[in-house]
């Protein structure tokens, strides 16, 4: 399963009403990174490893240093095989390309006839059975609990989800002090989350935040279970359509993350976490129609200019939903509250697209005007952007091509309807048009139908 690749590969939500409009972001969470400094070293320094280590366990006596030993080695194979299977899907993703740009000629490639992924798989084998000798030869070794949690992650990553999950539970059972405990509850929470389980998946996160408090570990661990855990949280309750809970389990990380600035926590992952739980909150803020309430959370909690980007993701959100009078009044107050953005006239023709959705033929004529009258060539918006060419053309190819196509649009109406109130809205689009680009090429064409 491509679920324990280096980043988190989200996630199929499930059956969910809106499971296609948002989705959780990817991060980096995991306590085990795989060994992705393994991985990165050159193939030949690996196999040299794998070798010496080999000859080193086969020449000293057995004994508690024999686990270690092992242990080093299991997690060379697993490496390898990690490197030899990213290596073949790239090779496969090449020749896929290649299939298909000859026309689908001759047999489709498959993944499993290539020779490093039939390497991949050899070293895939070497890697589970070290893992299980020493699960069985060494009962007392003290990192037992960190072989128990990579064999679950690898056989959890390599298909065998079943036998992943019950190493998983085994290690709760076993070793219920271990500093993976944490860790592993969140991967039983991803378990049941992609398998659309929101109840198991609320339980399993929960315990993670818990146990990452409770039990001692790495300042760094505690933060990044806690913080992913509840992210996560929000995603099941927005899943479960609880959206005032979603949304103030959003805001939590988002005070989370800011409290971490100065502690232990990766810059990287600090922002990431910081950024997309403010941008999910768009998605949030938008299910529960609470326009007011996101304005004012943004601009308070990123200022007037931050907020900007969040605002129009809103916008969205209602628009991706249907709801093009809540998309209109959010637009409406972008545009009121930041006159001169660049993105003010894409805005505007969102607005006068969105009363077109509601058969709003007054509506449609007064955007359509206001599109005109504030961003065409000598507008203020268009002196306030003076040293910005680039958008200033991209304005004006923007409202000449939307004027336009909405005039020509309301004409076609009219042609099928037969009615008067259609016709005078096409000709009064027509009008606006070539009031501000009499030069166009669409002038000329545009005059006979006024």
Do not use: C
């Amino acid at each position: 399963m491509g679920r324990m690749l280096f980043l988190v590969a989200f996630f199929a939500i499930g059956p969910s009403a809106h499971a296609e409009d948002a989705a959780p972001a990817e991060f980096a969470w995991r306590n085990r990174p795989l060994d992705a400094d393994m991985a990165a070293r050159a193939s030949k320094n690996r196999d040299e490893a794998i070798v010496k280590l080999t000859r080193l366990i086969d020449s000293v006596d057995d004994g508690p240093e024999s686990a270690d030993l092992y242990f080093r080695l299991s997690e060379l194979h697993w490496a390898k095989s990690r490197s030899q299977r990213l290596r073949a899907m790239e090779g496969w993703d090449r020749a896929l390309d290649a299939w298909h740009e000859s026309g689908a000629k001759g047999s489709e490639p498959k993944l499993e006839d290539r020779r490093r992924y039939r390497d991949s798989e050899f070293e895939k084998a070497k890697a589970l059975g070290l893992y299980r000798t020493i699960l069985d030869l060494y009962p007392d070794y003290e990192r037992r609990d960190e072989v128990l949690y990579n064999l679950a992650s690898a056989l959890y990553e390599s298909g065998n989800s079943a036998d992943g999950v019950k190493a998983f539970w085994k290690l709760l059972k076993t070793a219920p002090r271990s500093r993976f405990v944490p860790d592993t509850w969140l991967e039983l929470g991803e378990h049941f989350f992609e398998a659309y389980r929101l109840g198991d998946a609320r339980k399993a996160y929960q315990r993670a935040i818990d146990t990452s408090q409770e039990l001692e570990a790495d300042r760094d661990d505690k933060a990044r279970v806690y913080s992913y855990a509840l992210y996560k949280l929000a995603w099941v309750e927005f899943n479960a359509e609880r959206y005032s809970t979603a949304l103030e389990h959003l805001k939590s990380v988002v005070d989370y993350a800011k409290v971490e600035r100065s502690r232990a926590m990766a810059k990287r992952d600090r922002i990431q976490l910081y950024e997309e739980s403010l941008g999910d909150m768009a998605a949030v803020f938008a299910y529960l129609d609470a326009t007011d309430d996101a304005f004012e959370f943004y601009r308070r909690e990123l200022g007037d200019a931050n907020a900007y980007p969040y605002l129009l993701r809103l916008a969205r959100k209602y628009h991706e939903a249907g709801k093009y009078r809540a998309e209109i009044k959010t637009l409406e107050r972008v545009n009121s509250a930041y006159p001169t953005a660049p993105q003010a006239p894409a805005n505007q023709v969102a607005i006068v697209a969105a009363h077109t959705e509601l058969d709003n033929s007054e509506a449609v004529r007064t955007g359509a005007r206001r599109l005109v009258d504030l961003y065409a060539p000598d507008s203020p918006w268009w002196r306030a952007n003076q040293d910005d060419s680039a958008v200033q053309r991209e304005a004006y190819g923007l409202v000449e091509a939307e004027l336009a196509k909405l005039a020509l649009a309301q004409h076609e109406i009219a042609q099928t309807t037969k009615l008067e109130a259609n016709y005078e809205l096409a000709s009064a689009l027509y009008q606006e048009y070539l009031s501000k680009f009499a030069d166009s090429e669409n002038a000329y064409r545009f005059g006979f139908f006024r």
